[in-house]
């Protein structure tokens, strides 16, 4: 099948539900199509499709890298057995931390090594899988992408990958402002502009959400919501030991549109984690002009920057403050940092993602010499 080809990007997530990780593979593949679209030089060196298995596919625009479904399996015998057949010679390009461990002519972005230090927060399997996956792919695959320079420390320091064979991608956050606000979600669960702050919801260990459990059972925020977006209800808090206050509101899954509002209207947003390979939702939030406070772990001083507040991720008392002085700032103070937020996540676009991508692909399939003229434009 590929014959045509000298790229194949793994479709794999095409036909599973959708997961961050998944929604970070799509933007990519989207970004290097329109990275193709504005330069012909770059289309002419690269010859590629996105292949995945059979089955219904989720929508993807990339008119460069059309989509091929085929092979005799599914999920991970697909990954293992059908696609580095079906890719024949070409650079196979995996984006969601698996790859086929027959290929050697392959990129594969792993977002983070939490396998490894956090086999908590995951399935026994899960971790399984990817501790034996992970550094067999790296040590036979041309090259290993990831999305910081915490994260390549992190693949190194775990003997995933050789550092000078990671690459850092980083994600872009400018998704969130495609869609329009959908502020209807803060009449249905009774909020007010600036009366809450946001957290995702998310019962992993190494998210760490128990500091902020404590902090908003703590007087200084009785009279601040706390309001948690994402499928972890308040019944699989509790499950898990956790206590909740009564002032902490929980939305369920919501659509992107009224993620947006949430981010928007929200005092501040919250990322407590004691490790994150990236840390798009707080990057998220600092585009639309809201403060983070986050924890000073992982990637998040990397890319959170001197506009974030850092908390101590065991200290309640030191969320508490930071929160309820955010949530008292006058309208000028609000401004001053709403604007030097926008500025540090506006570093983070996919067209630059979609750059970089292109240039290490171009790097693998033998363009080098295309590679800085084609991406000068």
């Not at 959708?18 to 970004?31: G, P």
């Not at 956050?173 to 329009?180: E, F, G, M, W």
């Not at 501040?268 to 924890?295: D, I, Y």
């Amino acid at each position: 099948m590929a014959g045509p080809y000298n790229l194949v990007f793994n479709g794999k997530f095409l036909t599973a539900p959708m997961t961050a990780v998944h929604k970070v593979a799509l933007e990519l593949i989207e970004a290097f199509n329109r990275r193709m679209d504005a330069d012909d030089r770059l289309r002419a060196a690269v010859k590629g499709a996105i292949l995945a298995p059979r089955g219904e596919a989720m929508e993807i625009a990339a008119p460069h890298t059309p989509v091929e479904q085929g092979g005799w399996f599914t999920w991970q015998p697909w990954e293992q057995i059908d696609l580095p057949r079906m890719a024949g010679g070409a650079l196979i390009v995996s984006l969601c931390n698996l790859g086929p461990l027959a290929a050697r002519r392959a990129l594969t972005m792993v977002h983070d090594a939490q396998t490894f230090s956090t086999p908590d927060s995951y399935p026994k399997n899960f971790v399984r899988l990817h501790r034996f996956i992970l550094p067999r792919n790296g040590k036979r695959h041309a090259g290993t992408l990831t999305v910081s320079h915490f994260s390549a420390g992190e693949l190194a320091r775990w003997g995933i990958a050789e550092r000078d064979k990671i690459h850092v991608v980083y994600n872009g956050v400018d998704h969130i402002l495609r869609d329009a606000e959908d502020a209807a979600i803060l009449k249905t669960h009774g909020l007010v502009p600036h009366g809450y702050s946001l957290a995702l919801a998310n019962t992993e260990v190494h998210k760490n959400i128990t500091v902020l459990l404590e902090a908003f059972a703590r007087d200084q925020l009785r009279d601040h919501k706390l309001v948690l977006f994402g499928s972890h209800g308040r019944e699989r808090f509790e499950a898990a030991g956790h206590t909740v206050p009564p002032n902490v509101v929980f939305t369920g899954r919501v659509e992107n549109g009224a993620v947006r509002a949430l981010m928007q209207h929200a005092s501040a947003m919250l990322t407590p984690s004691r490790t994150e390979g990236f840390g798009l939702p707080p990057l998220e939030a600092m585009l639309l002009g809201t403060p983070a406070v986050v924890a000073p772990c992982g990637a998040l001083p990397e890319v959170c920057g001197n506009p974030a507040t850092y908390a101590d991720p065991d200290d309640p008392g030191e969320w508490s403050r930071a929160i309820d002085l955010l949530r008292r700032s006058d309208a000028v103070e609000r401004g001053h940092r709403a604007a030097h937020a926008r500025a540090q996540a506006g570093q983070y676009t996919w067209d630059a993602a979609g750059a970089k991508l292109a240039e290490l692909i171009l790097e693998e399939i033998g363009e080098k010499s295309l590679r800085k003229e084609a991406l000068s434009s």
